[in-house]
């Protein structure tokens, strides 16, 4: 069994509207002095077999199922 | 400037629907050997003043709109 990792993240230039709406409320709420927020998602997964087959698994998964291609970038961690 | 990291994720023994989801449409797309599913989410703010300051003002921002003290739990690291 695998631990793996998948960050998935907007590439540079993506807008990213739940980041947007977050400083926008932060602004609404009176925080002052944040300058940027940016939202990435963390997957865990364990999976069966070894390492090599686990990443292969995941950048599998991450293409046909977690990320889009057009708008995010993402990286696969294994323990 | 400070950097922070806003890590959040369910807690122990509170159901995440989306993590679910992601496991039944891992089985469904034919995925074999996953064997459990969890998501976190990351949050990274650039916030004016020190360190001290800027988690202070990150854990008021966890409780007051980001983390559900219910069903979440965060942690907050300061680069």
Redesign the interface.
């Known amino acids: 069994?695998v631990k793996v990792k998948i960050y998935i993240e907007y590439k540079e230039g993506v807008e990213d509207p739940e980041a947007l709406t977050?400083k926008k409320?932060?602004s609404l709420?009176g925080?002052?002095?944040?300058?940027?927020?940016?939202?990435?998602?963390?997957?865990?997964?364990?999976?069966?077999?070894n390492k090599n087959s686990a990443r292969k698994?995941a950048v599998?998964?991450c293409e046909?199922?977690?990320a889009n291609p057009v708008i995010h970038r993402y990286e696969v961690n294994v323990d």
């Open positions: 069994m977050v409320s932060l709420l925080f002052e002095g944040i300058n940027s927020v940016k939202i990435s998602k963390v997957y865990e997964m364990e999976i069966e077999g698994k599998e998964i046909k199922l977690l």
